[in-house]
């Protein structure tokens, strides 16, 4: 099964070519795997932008090249199996992947959105479903990074502490480790995630709008990467301004130095003059 879908380049197929899931009532899951997914020879290919591809008999996943996979009525096992197929795909996979799932109920005659724990979809096609993998793929993406950003802060806060308390800045490289975490985090959120950005479905499809700035709402993504962006400032800032306080505390020692080892040649060029020259 999943060698035909890794085999070779497909087609695109438009999305009224593609059969739609079975049943009222499924479950998409999303995973963020690793940090980088390469999907050039994924074939063959249900829909572009997010890619979409079958799983098993009845199930399809939507994969992005920023390592998030959602699954659409997609069992565990099933899962699990095409993570399996997808690792020789996948750069600095994580050891324990950021996960985020969500009950959808087909119903025509209801509002689409959020109602109760479940979304609710006027159809299954892959239209609606690649809206969906966009939400919960940023979702999942945001999770990992603000658990990377709380694991940050709890490393940080020690530093302030330290400068405060005892006048001591630790040292360089852990300071400059900070700082590269944090500009990491900002430049795979804007660069490859575009949390803020609205997908590239949309342009063709500017009736999905609505549900697209329903879902955003629901999961809070804007207001999630404003936070995001304020704590990465202050990691930021804080690491800087230790950074440049632990400059300046070593230039002064080495400007000392210099001074010291001046005053000493004076000292010993004037006991030349006058001591041992009498």
Do not use: C
């Not at 899931?21 to 074939?43: I, K, N, P, Y």
């Not at 955003?216 to 990467?225: A, F, I, K, M, S």
Request: cysteine-free.
């Amino acid at each position: 099964m999943f060698d035909a879908i890794f085999n070779s380049r497909g087609r695109r197929d438009t999305w009224m070519d593609m059969p739609e899931l079975s049943g009222d009532r499924f479950e998409a899951h999303a995973v963020f795997v690793a940090e980088r997914l390469d999907l050039r020879t994924v074939a063959p290919r249900i829909a572009n932008h997010p890619m979409v591809v079958e799983v098993g008999e009845r199930g399809w996943a939507a994969l992005f090249r920023y390592g998030a996979v959602v699954f659409f009525a997609v069992p565990p096992m099933s899962r699990e199996r095409f993570l399996d197929d997808l690792r020789p795909r996948l750069t600095r996979p994580y050891d324990e992947p950021e996960h985020e799932s969500i009950v959808i109920r087909i119903d025509a005659a209801a509002a689409e959105g959020m109602d109760d724990r479940d979304l609710v979809l006027h159809d299954a096609g892959v239209d609606r479903l690649q809206v969906v993998a966009e939400i919960l793929a940023k979702s999942v993406v945001m999770a990992q990074y603000e658990e990377q950003v709380a694991d940050a802060f709890h490393t940080i806060e020690p530093l302030a502490v330290d400068l405060k308390e005892r006048g001591v800045v630790r040292r360089t490289d852990q300071l400059l480790g900070h700082i590269g975490d944090t500009m990491l985090i900002r430049h795979r959120m804007v660069g490859r995630v575009e949390v803020p950005e609205k997908p590239e479905l949309l342009w063709e499809r500017a009736d999905l709008e609505r549900l697209y700035a329903r879902l955003e709402d629901e999961y809070e993504l804007v207001e999630r990467h404003v936070a995001l962006e304020r704590k990465l400032d202050l990691i930021t800032s804080t690491a800087s301004t230790s950074l440049e306080i632990l400059q300046t505390k070593r230039s002064l020692r080495v400007e000392w130095y210099i001074v010291i080892l001046i005053v000493a040649e004076i000292l010993l060029t004037l006991w030349d003059m006058f001591v041992r020259h009498g």
